[in-house]
């Protein structure tokens, strides 16, 4: 019974694109006597390595290009302090919004967004939430 239950939940992990309910399955496979089960869980830790290996790679550039920005800012006589500013995205009144530089500002564009909402509940007299976004009251009268 409980073999057939396993087999079921497999199989649906598998159709759902569920890999951690499948990698859940197999952990610890190399101590399994099943030549299957062991060969899935080598595929999975061979995945696994291969995806650090290549996380440690990009964090490698990154860090390399971080270095090469403090070092232009600092021949050019900018402060060091706050060399992660040049990397972040402002809105107009001058406030970091959050986010990186980007074609679109996406931290004015929200705040302009939300701006909007409030004037469109002031002039249309609607209660807000607390996202500024108007509460509609749908219960009977």
């Given amino acids: 019974m409980m073999k057939l239950y396993l087999k079921g939940w497999l199989a649906n ?3 759902q694109g569920n890999i ?17 089960i ?14 650090k290996r290549a996380t440690e790679k990009r964090a490698k550039r990154l860090y ?5 920005i403090l070092s232009l800012r600092e021949k050019a006589g900018l402060s060091l302090t706050n060399a992660q500013k040049c990397v972040l995205e402002y809105d107009n009144d001058g406030l970091p919004t959050g986010n990186f530089i980007s074609e679109l500002n996406f931290g004015q564009c929200e705040k302009d967004i939300r ?6 509940c002031k002039k249309h007299k609607l209660v807000r939430n607390s996202d500024g976004d108007p509460q509609f009251d749908f219960s009977d009268p």
């Fill in 13 to 15: 992990s598998i159709e």
């Fill in 20 to 36: 951690h309910g499948v990698e859940q399955f197999v952990v610890g496979g190399a101590d399994v006597s099943s030549p299957v």
């Fill in 38 to 51: 062991r060969t899935i869980a080598k595929m999975f830790n061979d995945n696994d390595r291969e995806t």
């Fill in 64 to 68: 390399a290009a971080y270095k090469k």
């Fill in 115 to 120: 701006q909007w909402k409030i004037k469109y």
